[in-house]
Each structure stands twice: as structure tokens, then as C-alpha cells.
Nanobody
């Protein structure tokens, strides 16, 4: 499984950027995809996630400025639209995938997590 991210880059405060991430390997019909971010010296933190059913979860401080969506035509692709960006949004953004799969005939499931390599987002004041 590989997670390929695109987008990001540099923007001035108040601007917008978009990120996309596509997972390859197989179709992840029961999954959670999303983004986390990390600043050097700090823990990785949640940005936003979306389930294969379309339920979303955002970091409280980002709700209203960031919007996550899943590609209607491709369940393996997720988009993050970031607006009203602030210098404190500067970080490396990591694509995330949690895949749930059945492990036996009784229907028990297990989960596996995957991470992308990270893409830099820089917001200048």
C-alpha cells in the first residue's frame, strides 16, 4: 500500500491551499483517510479524517477553515481544502489511512494503519 500526496506548498497568510492523497494497492471500502500534521519538536496532531461512509472529524481549532472530502469516483482518494491559512498552520502534513478488514469467517475484523511521506505547507505572515 502506498499513499501518494499532492498539493501543499507556500502561501501567504489568509490564502488557500489544497492537498490530495491517493492510496494504491487495492480498494479500501472500509477505511478512514485523512491528514495529520507535525511541526519539528512537537507531536503529530490530527487535522481531519473522513470515513468511507463520509463521516468527518476535525481538529476543533481547524473546523470552519479546513474541509475534507472523499472523491466520489474513487474511495481511495481524499482531498483537504485549507482556507484562511495562518502562519501557525505551517507544518508537514501527513496523509493517513486506516483500513479495516475481516480476518475470519465469524466476521472478526482487524485494522491496519498507513502513512504517507509528508508534504510541506508553509504559510508566511
Amino acid at each position: 500500500v502506498q499513499l501518494q500526496a499532492s498539493g501543499g506548498g507556500s502561501v501567504q497568510a489568509g490564502g488557500s491551499l489544497g492537498l490530495s492523497c491517493s492510496a494504491s494497492g487495492r480498494r479500501f471500502s472500509r477505511s478512514v483517510m485523512g491528514w495529520y500534521r507535525q511541526v519539528p519538536g512537537r507531536q503529530r496532531e490530527l487535522v481531519a479524517t473522513i470515513t468511507s461512509g463520509g463521516s468527518t472529524n476535525y481538529a476543533a481549532s481547524l473546523k470552519g477553515r479546513f474541509t475534507i472530502s472523499r472523491d466520489n469516483a474513487d474511495v481511495n482518494t481524499v482531498h483537504l481544502q485549507m482556507s484562511s491559512l495562518r502562519p501557525e498552520d505551517t507544518a508537514i502534513y501527513y496523509c493517513y489511512l486506516m483500513s479495516r478488514f475481516t480476518i475470519n469467517v465469524e466476521g472478526a475484523t482487524a485494522e491496519r494503519e498507513y502513512w504517507g511521506q509528508g508534504t510541506q505547507v508553509t504559510v508566511s505572515s
